[in-house]
């Protein structure tokens, strides 16, 4: 693996963490606040990244892989009606990469 790409790993991976008052984060961040936004997405980084690289395409590189898998997580953060990212997120993330063949 490149180093960089282990690097980036290793960052987003201190950043993971359970939040308590994950719904109303979901809340807030679908209602525009930017830092709830942010930290939904920094505590799912590495989740994120680990499922869009065990998920990716034969073929695909790995920093594409992680790439797409962040676009998922933004929309699902910032779109997504239903609550609850750690259930939505593997789905959601099968079903973007299954279309990037």
Known sequence: MDPILEKYLEEVRAAERVLEN???LLESARSGDAEARATLVRTYLYRTAEIGLRLAPEGMEELNAIQEANV???QLVTQKPEPGLAHQLELALRNHLA???
Do not use: I, N, Q
């Open 99 to 101: 279309t990037r063949k």
């Open 22 to 24: 994950e719904p109303a």
């Open 72 to 74: 998922v997580l933004l």
